[in-house]
């Protein structure tokens, strides 16, 4: 798949084009801290959603890159996030669940 926007059949996530663009750079960049975490957050996001198809197979070609399980990413995220502020100098509006 890759960065088309979703179908009338693929429901549409309302943050999809900010994703998209946050996941090529997860794809394109190497494992960093903030790469994971943002990982971990798409990840939770688009779970269980109907559609965003794309997303969700970029999300599981980027684990497979580093070689990580669902499990081992949220390990490693829990660790990140007990250390610190993942999102430095942005405050808390740039954690974005939702």
Not at 61 to 74: P, V
């Amino acid at each position: 798949m890759g960065a088309n926007a979703p179908s009338e059949d693929n429901q549409a996530h309302p943050l999809w084009h900010k994703d998209r663009m946050t996941l090529n750079q997860i794809m394109q960049g190497e494992q960093t801290d903030f790469h994971l975490v943002e990982l971990a957050r798409l990840r939770i996001r688009y779970n269980g959603f109907p559609g965003a198809k794309d997303i969700k197979v970029d999300i599981e070609k980027a684990l497979k890159k580093w070689n990580l399980t669902e499990d081992a990413l949220f390990e490693k995220t829990r660790a990140i996030h007990a250390e610190g502020q993942v999102y430095r100098g942005g405050g808390s509006e740039k954690e974005d669940w939702s």
